[in-house]
């Protein structure tokens, strides 16, 4: 048994050699046939010839002498306009134009109804400013609207006087109320109405006076009273305020 494995040993490494070699000889073979292959087959180049650049192509020329016909299925017509009956557009102009006419026409009359309001207005202020600018002859400090005004007033005093239960005829105090800018006016007005009898005193504030008469009810007597003592208020650049009385029963 141990003379029989080397030789099987042996007998292997010569089987395992000629197949080796075998192998070898095949890749020969197969290199030589592919060789073979290559050099028959020759290598293919595609070559393009190169383009020739373009030349500018020559503009075609005409006779300007030349004249061409174009001939027209048929000849082109104008529209006609001379329908007698107006558009639609010219219906709407005409009723704008219209509206614009009526309405000028209502506004200029409204603007001269309006333009103699004013003119009536303004103669009336005029009429007005005159008639209070416009003094009394008898007290040339007073306007004529001042003394109207002071009629009335003493009126309803009378008036109120007499609703109250007062007797006219019963003499009792009559205050009357002035007042000034300044001492100088004052103290001028005082000697003024002291010499026509007349009692002064103090008023609430600094320059204003209370000016006492004992008198009746008696509407010409107590008119011209409170007219001369206005007057003279304002002579001396002051105002009459007004005058007031106790009820006498």
Do not use: C
Request: hydrophobic share 35%; aromatic share 8%.
């Amino acid at each position: 048994m141990k003379k029989l494995i080397p030789a099987l040993a042996v007998l292997g490494s010569a089987v395992a050699f000629a197949v080796y070699k075998m192998r070898k000889e095949e890749q020969k073979q197969l290199l030589a046939e592919l060789d073979e292959d290559l050099l028959e087959e020759e290598p293919q180049f595609h070559h393009e010839e190169p383009k020739s650049p373009e030349l500018p192509k020559e503009e075609p020329t005409y006779d300007t002498n030349q004249s061409i016909d174009i001939p027209f299925a048929k000849p082109l017509e104008r529209p006609s306009f001379t329908s007698e009956e107006p558009t639609a557009t010219e219906t709407v102009m005409e009723d704008i134009q219209q509206l614009f006419k009526e309405t000028a026409e209502e506004a200029e009359t409204k603007f001269q109804a309006a333009e103699e309001k004013v003119q009536e207005f303004a103669e009336d202020v005029k009429d007005a400013f005159h008639e209070e600018e416009t003094y009394n002859e008898d007290y040339p400090h007073l306007t004529n609207r001042m003394v109207d005004d002071i009629n009335v007033m003493v009126r309803e005093a009378i008036e109120k006087l007499a609703k109250d239960g007062d007797v006219h005829e019963h003499e009792r105090p009559v205050q009357h109320m002035v007042s000034f800018h300044n001492k100088e006016d004052m103290e001028a007005f005082k000697s003024r109405v002291i010499n026509k009898g007349f009692v002064i005193t103090k008023g609430e504030n600094e320059f204003d006076l209370v000016v006492l008469h004992i008198s009746a009810i008696d509407e010409v007597k107590l008119i011209n009273h409170i007219l001369y003592i206005a007057d003279q208020a304002y002579a001396f650049n002051g105002e009459y305020q007004g005058w007031q009385s106790k009820v006498s029963f």
